[in-house]
């Protein structure tokens, strides 16, 4: 028979292990446009088990956060963000926080970043074109400490450990010089592009030269004949 002392220890760990498993899943959305935030908000809004704790409008801003003392369990990060790149902000929270699941929300086409993204430490990968439900299950995936990845982003996985070392040619590009890349395979502007990107007009058209120099191309043109052969714009 259990004396009065282990019977309270026992209720409190019952009480304990309970609570854990009906806290709320914690949520940070980071993302420059406030009208796509509130997008996301809503649709994890109906969600007992999900709580969108914080926002943020840039990488600075989440980080500042985060080290201000805000408490979450999942960051739903978009990639394309201005001054330090979604890219780079993923890289960052996984070297201060390793147990913290990022969802890397995106624009792009899966082909373009997915895979990058996940050996960078990314939880998740999933589109902005997404329907709320597959939101929903993707953030308490990720919550509960497992992987959520669409059917492409497993058929991409699979063929990059199946394809020779070095891969195709757009796997020498840097992450920002892949963001430039598939802009400008899209007929995206210099002046649209560093605005997107949080960067000089100048400092693309060095990302530009790189890009060039290292796919050995000549022209835009031919940027865009290689991204829509290798189905990285749509």
Not at 145 to 154: F, K, Q
Not at 176 to 184: A, G, N, S, Y
Not at 219 to 227: F, L, P, T
């Amino acid at each position: 028979m259990l004396n009065p002392n282990e019977l309270g220890t026992r209720e409190n760990e019952a009480r304990d292990a309970f609570q854990a498993l009906h806290t709320p899943i914690r949520v940070l959305i980071v993302d420059d446009h406030a009208i796509l935030r509130a997008g996301v908000r809503e649709m994890l809004a109906e969600e007992q088990d999900l709580q969108v704790v914080a926002e943020a409008g840039s990488a600075e801003d989440a980080l500042q956060q985060l080290r201000n003392g805000l408490q979450v369990d999942v960051v739903v990060l978009d990639i394309t963000l201005p001054g330090q790149s979604g890219i780079d902000l993923l890289k960052q929270l996984k070297r201060d926080q390793p147990e913290l699941a990022i969802l890397v929300l995106s624009m792009h086409p899966e082909r373009s970043f997915a895979v990058r993204l996940m050996r960078a430490g990314a939880n998740g990968y999933v589109p902005k074109m997404i329907v709320p439900e597959e939101l929903v299950k993707a953030v308490r995936a990720v919550g509960t400490g497992r992987r959520y990845i669409t059917p492409l982003v497993a058929e991409l996985l699979a063929s990059e450990c199946a394809a020779d070392e070095e891969g195709p040619m757009h796997n020498r590009l840097s992450e920002r010089e892949l963001q430039v890349f598939t802009r400008i395979a899209r007929g995206v502007s210099p002046a649209v592009m560093a605005n997107e990107l949080g960067l000089s007009v100048k400092t693309v058209s060095t990302y530009r030269a790189r890009i060039l120099e290292k796919m050995g191309m000549r022209s835009n043109a031919e940027i865009a004949a290689y991204a829509v052969r290798n189905q990285l714009v749509e």
